[in-house]
């Protein structure tokens, strides 16, 4: 089961890595937590700026959140043609499985932006994972 995902959107390639986190779970409580390691790649020919991002996370009972906000991490990040952007972020669910999905807003030098998609991922507890190899 692929549970990473890879996107390009004019140019901007983005690929997340999740991982379940049980030392930081306690799936008795219903906590389930999941860390997500992303490339940003600037596989395009102009300079852009990473200015906001959108999340769309639904957990195994089709419960919806969307989370926004300004940039990543606390940066919003400029790529010249080449240069990657690497970061590592958290996400705790109430169930054992869920997905991710969303966007990213970049802003080029004459100042037009564009929605660079982030493809659905699996966040997949090991309990989970352990049951599709039986």
Do not use: H
Not at 22 to 32: L, N, V
Not at 84 to 91: D, L, N
Not at 103 to 130: C, H, M, N, P, W
């Amino acid at each position: 089961m692929k549970l990473g995902s890879e996107t390009i959107t004019n140019g901007i390639k983005i690929q997340v890595f999740p991982e379940y986190i049980p030392e930081q779970s306690d799936p008795g409580t219903g906590i389930f937590s999941f860390s997500y390691r992303v490339m940003i790649t600037n596989d395009g020919s102009e300079w852009v700026k990473l200015i906001s991002r959108k999340w769309i996370i639904i957990n195994s009972e089709g419960e919806e959140e969307i989370v926004e906000g300004s940039g990543v991490v606390g940066y919003t990040p400029e790529l010249n043609p080449g240069e990657s952007f690497e970061y590592r972020s958290f996400c705790q669910l109430n169930s054992n499985w869920g997905t991710m999905e969303g966007s990213y807003t970049f802003i080029l030098k004459d100042g037009s932006r564009f929605q660079a998609q982030i493809s659905r991922f699996y966040l997949v507890s090991d309990e989970v994972l352990a049951g599709q190899r039986d």
